[in-house]
């Protein structure tokens, strides 16, 4: 990672840390999963609210590092007014990129801030602490009733 980026990742991850948006229960959720990362005992729950396929507000709740926590954070952030099958294809997106697949400039463009992320590939351990939350959606989209963990 060039210094430039290292500075906006430290900085990305520190703001979303520090104040993570839509950190909060939803009643009565359209969707919700609950995800836990084995390796360090973190465990995150997943709200979703939809309207005619739109994601209408998202939010999280639970306990985690700082990297989960803002990986969180901007996913809640970037997902609200998306469309079900949008919010897939950018869960994708995020997951090609935060495990050292080959992704466009262009793809990475559309990530927005979260793009800060990519440095997480070079640590295995990282990328679960990065895509815990991003799992954990997923499921809940799917109606998966169980627990999603980031070792399976
Ligand atoms: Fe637990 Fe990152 S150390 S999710």
Redesign the pocket.
Known sequence: MDSELRELYQQVILDHNKSPRNFRKIEHPDHFAEGY?P????R?DIYVKVENNIITDLSFQG??????KASASLMSSMLKGKSEEEAKEIFNRFHDLVTGHDISAEEIEKLGKLAVLEGVKEFP??V???S?AWHTLNSALNEDKNVVS?EE
């Open positions: 990362n390796l360090c005992g973190d995150i306990s985690g590092c700082a990297i989960s351990a990282r679960k602490c990065a815990l980031t």
